[in-house]
Every structure is written in structure tokens, then in C-alpha cells.
């Protein structure tokens, strides 16, 4: 069994408005032992978002790169990371978490920490945007999000998402050598090209002396990404290390 979730549940609470108690209890759960007791099967399970990068490389843009980022813009913006053709889920099976990238440095005596890239290119911020001007937050992942009344507030967000999206690539390139960087979610095709037709504009700002620019990719699976990617681990995870049967093949 395949199993896709988010991690670190509780780490947000300040921006979901959630309890310190009831948050720190997601520490305490483990989905995959809990669900491991319910059958005889073996259990896969992955971050959400890592779920969604092997939908994405199994059966997307990722039969044709070897390296990518990946970044799935949802509740909170998470992503991916593909080195080599393989998933790669780090030493605590978060690699890719690049909604807690820093947007800034710290500031004054340094116990103020800087904002995250999630705090300002989730959809959980222009769903807030809505909200507080009486609008529809369901608007954020269907068309009526570059439509009048709505559109107002979604260009704003996305003045504010693109060039951070733009600090996340760069800094990510520079560090893991990327061919591309492959972005998606759960909302509108046509808002998605936006949203990477502006942060690609915003990678212009940005010197690429001595590092390879990455070109900036629309995903293909779109928001059942995390539902397929977590129905493929077990293929993956059996038969992807030795073989490249649900990978891309070699050149």
C-alpha cells in the first residue's frame, strides 16, 4: 500500500490558527503504523508533496529529466527532489521542503526569524486574500481566480508568490545543479503558466555566473498528483532502485 500525507502538521499553527496542544499532537501520530496494523501488506509513505514529485516522474516531465525540483503549490507550496532519476527523500524523508526556504536574512539581534516562502505563495494566502474581501476562497483552485471580482486580489498574490518562487529556484539551482524545475498544483492550468511566466521574468534579476539558469517547467498530472503518486510507491518503491521500469529510460 501507498500511502501520501503531509508532515510536520503542527508546525504552522500561528497561520492555520491551530492550538499549540492539538498541533503538537500530529507529532505523535504515525500513519504509516497505524495503517501498517490494518493489513498484512506492506506499507509505502511519503510526504504529499514527494507523493506527487513520482507521479510527476513516473508518468510526466520526469520520463525526460534527469534533475529536477519539483513544487506543488497547494494549502502550503512543498515540493520534491529528483537527483539522477531517483526520488530523494533525505535523511528525515523531507528533502525538497522548500516552503520553509527564508525569504530574507534575520533581522536586528537575530531572534526574529524571516518569513517562509509558504507565507506568501501558498493558496492558503489568496484564499485569506479572498476572505477578507468578502469573496469565495473555492475560487483560488478553479478559473474564477483571474476573473473579475477576483482577479484583483490574485494578481496582487501573484506579485508577491512569483519573485519568491524566483529566490526558492535560484537558490536551489546553485546548490543541486538542477536541469529543470517543474512546478504544479491545485488550481487552474492558465493560472499556473502565469504564475511560472512571472517567476521565470523574476530569474532575470538574478546573476547565473558560475551556475546553469534551470528552465521553468509546467507539471503535468496536475492536483491528483499526490493521489497517484502515493497509488505508484509501491511499484516504486520495489522496483525503481535496480531498474528503470518506472523510470525514464536512458538515452
Same mark, same amino acid.
Given at each position: ?97 522548500? @516552503? *520553509?526556504?527564508?525569504?530574507? $536574512?534575520? #533581522?536586528?539581534?537575530?531572534? +526574529? /526569524?524571516? %518569513?517562509? =516562502? ?66 504544479? @498544483? *491545485?488550481?487552474?492550468?492558465? $493560472?499556473? #503558466?502565469?504564475?511560472?511566466? +512571472? /517567476?521565470? %521574468?523574476? =530569474? ?48
Amino acid at each position: 500500500m501507498g500511502i501520501a500525507a503531509p508532515l510536520s502538521l503542527g508546525g504552522w499553527q500561528e497561520l492555520l490558527g491551530i492550538e499549540p496542544a492539538r498541533a503538537a499532537k500530529w507529532a505523535e501520530i504515525d500513519i504509516r503504523a497505524r495503517v501498517a496494523a490494518m493489513t498484512d501488506l506492506p506499507v509505502q509513505f511519503v510526504k504529499d508533496t514527494a507523493a506527487a514529485c513520482v507521479a510527476e516522474l513516473v508518468a510526466g516531465r520526469g520520463r525526460s529529466i534527469r534533475s529536477f525540483l519539483y513544487v506543488f503549490v497547494d494549502t502550503f507550496i512543498g515540493g520534491g527532489l529528483v537527483l539522477d532519476s531517483h526520488l530523494r527523500a533525505g535523511v528525515h524523508g523531507n528533502a525538497g521542503a522548500i @516552503g *520553509s526556504l527564508p525569504l530574507g $536574512l534575520a #533581522q536586528g539581534d537575530g531572534r +526574529r /526569524a524571516p %518569513a517562509q =516562502l509558504l507565507s506568501v505563495a501558498s493558496l492558503f494566502n489568496l484564499e485569506s486574500l479572498y476572505l477578507a474581501r468578502g469573496l469565495d476562497a473555492g475560487a483560488a483552485t478553479d478559473a474564477r481566480a483571474l476573473q473579475p471580482p477576483w482577479l484583483e486580489a490574485t494578481e496582487a498574490r501573484l506579485r508577491d508568490a512569483a519573485p519568491a518562487v524566483a529566490l526558492a529556484v535560484n537558490s536551489a539551482a546553485c546548490l543541486l545543479d538542477l536541469e529543470g524545475v517543474i512546478i504544479d @498544483g *491545485s488550481f487552474d492550468g492558465t $493560472l499556473l #503558466q502565469r504564475l511560472i511566466t +512571472r /517567476a521565470d %521574468a523574476a =530569474l532575470d534579476a538574478y546573476s547565473w555566473e558560475g551556475v546553469t539558469r534551470p528552465a521553468l517547467l509546467a507539471g503535468t498530472i496536475g492536483s491528483d498528483a499526490r493521489a497517484i503518486g502515493g497509488a505508484l510507491l509501491p511499484l516504486y518503491a520495489h522496483f525503481a532502485p535496480d531498474r528503470d521500469l518506472f523510470l525514464k529510460l536512458e538515452a
